[in-house]
């Protein structure tokens, strides 16, 4: 059973900080993740993906990949009030995109 | 780009009622949609990998003639919750890959359907 971990929090963070997330995930032959974030009663959005070893940046997001280490990580610089939601890390399992999620890390920042 | 749209986003009917969701990739072609559902505090539960052209995969639990899928193009998916009772009632979500781009292309997801059968 291929699983994707993350700490459920909630991951409180002042306004302005840095808030960082993380999620291991058991298939070493993975090649491919997401995060995606989902605020309280909507749906999930896709805010970053990333494929090889490394940091991929967007904006105040930064993703970070060690496959050797078979984590995965999303910081948040600068939060404000309006990150507050469940970030939920995801891996692709087969060639049809499927993905294996994460149970999510709820973020509150706090004003 | 890649927006998915969800119909309708909120439905009350009654017990034993049959509930049609529609969710359609409006600029790209999406060879396979997802439906998941979730309650509330829980984590996204997927219930099936929808194919265009052919018969869903069902994930191990989901009741297929509960659930009836229908994918007929490549744009359009449907879930059809057959005799809804309450424990059906959920927040269902739909979700598709653009075909174009290869294998590392994510999941975009539609608004999600609210589903409460009294």
């Known amino acids: 059973q291929k699983e994707v971990e993350q700490n459920s929090g909630p991951l409180s963070v002042p306004e302005g900080a840095i808030a960082s997330l993380n999620c291991t995930y058991s298939?070493?032959?993975?090649?491919?993740f997401f995060w995606y974030r989902q605020y309280s009663g909507k749906s999930p959005e896709l805010i970053m993906f990333?494929?090889?070893?490394g940091d991929k940046e967007d904006g105040r997001f930064t993703a970070q990949l060690n496959k050797a280490s078979q984590y995965v990580s999303l910081l948040i610089r600068d939060s404000q009030p309006s990150d507050s939601a469940t970030y939920l890390c995801?891996?692709?399992?087969?060639?049809?995109?499927?993905?294996?999620f994460g149970s999510g890390t709820q973020v509150v920042v706090t004003p | 780009g890649a927006v998915v749209s969800q119909h309708p986003s909120w439905v009350i009917c009654k017990s034993g009622t049959s509930v049609k969701i529609e969710c359609r990739s409006l600029?790209?072609?999406?060879?396979?949609m997802f439906w998941y559902r979730q309650f509330p505090k829980q984590s996204l539960m997927l219930m099936a990998t929808?194919?265009?052209?052919?018969?869903?995969?069902?994930e191990q639990g989901v009741e297929k003639d509960k659930f009836l899928i229908n994918h007929a193009s490549l744009t359009l998916s449907t879930l059809t919750v057959t005799s809804a009772h309450p424990e059906d009632s959920s927040f269902y979500i739909c979700?598709?890959?653009?075909?174009?781009?290869?294998?590392?292309?994510?999941?975009?997801f539609g608004d999600g359907t609210r589903l409460s059968i009294l």
């Open positions: 995801a891996v692709l399992t087969d060639s049809w995109g499927k993905l294996q």
């Open positions: 929808s194919n265009e052209g052919s018969k869903a995969t069902y």
């Open positions: 979700s598709a890959r653009d075909q174009a781009g290869g294998y590392n292309q994510p999941q975009h």
């Open positions: 600029d790209f072609q999406a060879t396979t």
């Open positions: 298939d070493r032959g993975s090649q491919s």
């Open positions: 990333i494929y090889s070893n």
